[in-house]
């Protein structure tokens, strides 16, 4: 048996070595006939293209679940929204479908044959020309489409129209502008964060156009892009608006939230490399380098109990944040949070020092300014035991941003923020 072993691998060796050290193997199997929307749209490149199988890696059809909503008046015409996900990317692609259009509706997955078909940019948005009826294929309905992005600011949805054109995207916060008794979504509906304003065109045949309007709400919209380069955002279904109540206003207490711990987290952070919408039951955060965690190794947290301790911890290095993912609008007087060496190895000497900085934005986190001086650990203890003094007027986020580490993990814990 072992001369028959080495005789294998005496022959292995001397095709290796004949062929340059890379055996071709051939592969046998059928292509998937079903192409990505991701990879679809890469397939454009600023000209029209007839799309072939060499293009599309041998398949031959797209699918998707519909995003446009026909039957509310509010979606576009002769058009059908079709959006799909490959891995954490969720994409769409309009198919100009004339007549066929209405025959599918919010929600049902399909299956459509392209090849042969145009992709093109028409009006602004990249769409596939020519679809015919016979040439898609309705798998299920009823199905639940994927929001995208849920999203805290209108610069949020300028600075990347062309990543969410033609999906489905939250706006959170939103007020109306000039907002009055009886106003509906019909009467040229303009939307603001406070820092920017933006048009969100609903049509006098929507079914729901005479519905009065909320003054504050978070919006699903269907996100589409104009000749111009610029978002528009189409209101389909007056139940994609979750109308809120406006936070009363109590000088010099917390705002409705806070303290927040991280003891009630929702969901994980694992891709530490990219910036994460991370919601606590009670507020929703962005977290980069970042996450929550259970460890009795915690011994400063807020939270839980000896040995069973829940807090936050960067260990994404130098770049890492926690901010808060919403403005808050009656500015502040004081800010608080326990900052640390996340357990007692991040707090020998070799591991240290960390320098953190506690910082507002006033712009929807476009620009950062710190608040009193950097944050220097360099000892195993709560740092920022109390409260720091605010003088801010106007809606402001805030976020705690790593600085700098010599290898320790910084650990973040009982953030509370009080009006002015």
Partial sequence: MKRKNLFLVASCLAILLTTGCEAEIPVTGEANPNLSLYDLRSIYKDSPVVLSKDLMKQAVSITGVVVSDSENGNSPQGKIVLQGYKGKNVNGVVLEAGAEAKNYQYGDSITV???GLQLQKKDGILEVSGVKGSMIQKIAAGKK???SARLSSIADIMNNVDKYESTLIGLNSMFVVDPKVGKTYGSDLKLTDWVEEIDVPVLKEALFANEEVNNLANYVFLLLKGNDGKPKLLLQNINDVKALEMEEHKPGLPYEGFPEDFTDRIGS???LNFETIFPTSKLPW????AYTLTSGSFVHTNGGSAGDRVGAMMTGGAGSYIELNKNLYYGASKVHVYLYPATATDATAAKL??????EYSQDNGNTWKMVGSE??????KRYLELPVDVDITGIVRF?????STAGGRLGVDYFNIYQK
């Fill in 145 to 147: 489409p994927l929001v």
């Fill in 353 to 358: 020092p960390i320098v953190a900085r506690l």
């Fill in 113 to 115: 044959q392209v090849e």
């Fill in 375 to 380: 944050v220097k650990i360099t000892d195993n």
């Fill in 399 to 403: 976020r705690v941003y790593l600085e």
């Fill in 269 to 271: 952070s694992t891709n």
């Fill in 286 to 289: 962005k977290f980069k380098g």
